[in-house]
């Protein structure tokens, strides 16, 4: 099985500030896809961004845009102008040709006033 | 959001009892999976469907069934709960052939005492 690695266990930022969450996988795939999902306190899994691995162009969704380096396998999100809403767990995820997502165990992300 | 349901969204059991967890979707999506998510693990994939009575087992799929009689429904049924099972379990629907996305469900918190 595919490996997701998130080496933050936690982060933390503070309000209106950047910061950007980690996350590397394995692969032999050439073409898969990746994504955040974040999961606040209600527990509800939310798809913040997704990337496919054939566009060389970085994804962004509003304040949220991602830093996907294919040869290191790496897939960072960088969370611009944080906000108190934006606590919470988040999940990087890979998804090849096969059936599931392969989940990282998560970066908790504290954002402080 | 994705029309997804689960039910019940808490339960308390029993060591030894059975139980049965259902997912339902408004989505008319093929696919449909059934995560748990324990601390530190992220979520794993116990089963997946990929159609009416389609189903396979993911990583973690030792002391769980599961039935798919209509496209909108998919039951996961612990047969004898034992305390190793205490998780959320979450549900989610995808289009792999498509996207890749998967939309996830509330989640359900089992206890087992």
Known sequence: AQTVTQSQ???????????????????????????????????QMILVIRQEAYKQQNATENR???????????FSLKISD??????????CAYHDSGYALNFGKGTSLLVTP | DAGITQSPRHKVT??????????HQTENHRYMYWYRQDPG??????HYSYGV??????????????SRSKTEDFLLTLESATSSQTSVYFCAIGQPSETYEQYFGPGTRLTVT
């Open chain 1, 9 to 43: 266990p936690e982060m933390s930022v503070q309000e209106a500030e950047t910061v950007t969450l980690s996350c590397t996988y394995d692969t032999s795939e050439s073409d898969y896809y990746l994504f955040w999902y974040k999961q606040p306190p209600s527990r």
């Open chain 1, 82 to 91: 944080s906000q108190l809403g934006d606590a919470a767990m988040y999940f």
């Open chain 1, 64 to 74: 949220f845009s991602v830093n996907f380096q294919k040869a290191a396998k790496s």
């Open chain 2, 53 to 66: 009575k389609d189903t396979d087992k993911g990583e973690v799929s030792d002391g769980y069934s599961v």
């Open chain 2, 14 to 23: 029993e060591t030894g009892t059975p139980v049965t967890l259902r997912c």
């Open chain 2, 41 to 46: 693990h992220g979520l794993r994939l116990i």
